[in-house]
T-cell receptor, first 115, second 107 residues
């Protein structure tokens, strides 16, 4: 499978626990995005990497959220001290090119449920 | 007010009908994407465009940069077209998404 891979597909955790999600982008893609989607809403931008550099982080993202992309390959998104409001689908996308030439591919997401 | 607005939010139509979904945005953009999301979460990119019109099979996307408006049309709609269609604009190095249009095509 050469698409964008996200693990795990589902995560159930108790409030206050830490969780970490992983995204493996398509290998030659230099951009990697994290989004969050709640029921009935479009995806919300969380953060974005160009290679290993984190270029932007949404103001929506509290200090409990951190993302890394070591060596510009896979990326991890960690949420510390989870809250029930963190329950959502976390989507990763990777892309190559810019503007109209940007080819964007999404992973299937990680569904987080915080109890 | 959201930077990207879509209309309608929900659309139900009979098989074979011509479908139009609209997207308006308020920021300067370098490109606009139309995406399709099926139940289960998978998102597929349908079109990326910055001017004019693109056609792929029964799907047509148009954009008017001056009016900050784009439309997605589906001709001869089919039940398998049932999905959420999302407009996303590429601005300031990131994509901003609309809330989507839920399309249901009835056989």
């Amino acid at each position: 499978d050469t698409g964008v891979s996200q693990n795990p597909r589902h995560k159930i955790t108790k409030r206050g626990q830490n969780v970490t999600f992983r995204c493996d982008p398509i290998s030659e893609h230099n951009r990697l995005y994290w989004y969050r989607q709640t029921l009935g809403q479009g995806p919300e931008f969380l953060t974005y990497f160009q290679n290993e550099a984190q270029l932007e982080k949404s103001r929506l993202l509290s200090d409990r959220f951190s993302a890394e992309r070591p060596k510009g390959s896979f990326s991890t998104l960690e949420i510390q001290r989870t809250e029930q409001g963190d329950s959502a689908m976390y989507l990763c996308a990777s892309s190559l090119g810019v503007g109209e030439e940007e080819k964007l591919f999404f992973g299937s997401g990680t569904q987080l449920s915080v109890l | 007010k959201n930077e990207v607005e879509q209309s309608p939010q929900n659309l139900t139509a009979q098989e074979g009908e011509f479908i139009t979904i609209n997207c308006s945005y308020s920021v300067g953009i370098s490109a606009l994407h139309w995406l399709q999301q099926h139940p289960g979460g998978g998102i597929v990119s349908l079109f990326m465009l910055s001017s004019g019109k693109k056609k792929h099979g029964r799907l047509i996307a148009t954009i008017n940069i001056q009016e900050k408006h784009s439309s997605l049309h589906i001709t001869a709609s089919h039940p398998r077209d049932s999905a959420v269609y999302i407009c996303a604009v590429y601005s300031s190095l990131k994509l901003t998404f609309g809330t989507g249009t839920r399309l249901t095509i009835i056989p």
